[in-house]
């Protein structure tokens, strides 16, 4: 399994943006479609945005389309999450997970994801 982590977490004023970025320890993680979640206090984790391994296909939740875009640079082995226009409602510890399967299958968004990092806390707030 990779070794994911998260970063670019902080406090931000409503209207707001912050970009977050997901790397791995040692590993690529140029092969792998990636997730990104998240988990406010008391609430289910809700899948936020993924992207596939070439970056080609990428799908977001209802709650943060036209404001989240999700991205990733090859070369720095890096997926980002750019959020902006950001409301009290996005407060929550996000994650970052790959995708699991075969060679092939993890390269696409799916529904299965085994490799996860430790989070990065988002909150919102005046």
């Known amino acids: 399994q990779l070794q994911l982590v998260e970063s670019g977490g902080g406090l931000v004023q409503p209207g707001g943006s912050l970009r977050l970025s997901c790397a791995t320890s040692?590993?690529?993680?140029?092969?792998?479609?990636i997730g990104w979640f998240r988990q406010a206090p008391g609430k289910e984790r809700e899948r936020v945005s993924c992207i596939s391994a070439n970056g080609g296909s990428t799908n977001y939740a209802d709650s943060v389309k036209g404001r989240f875009t999700v991205s990733r640079d090859h070369g720095r082995f890096t997926v980002y999450l750019q959020m902006n226009s950001l409301i009290p409602e996005d407060t929550a510890v996000y994650y970052c997970?790959?995708?699991?399967?075969?060679?092939?299958?993890?390269?696409?968004?799916?529904?299965?994801?085994?490799?996860w990092g430790r989070g990065t806390q988002v909150t919102v707030s005046s």
């Open positions: 040692g590993f690529t993680l140029n092969g792998y479609a």
């Open positions: 997970a790959a995708r699991s399967g075969s060679v092939s299958l993890r390269r696409f968004c799916g529904d299965e994801f085994d490799s």
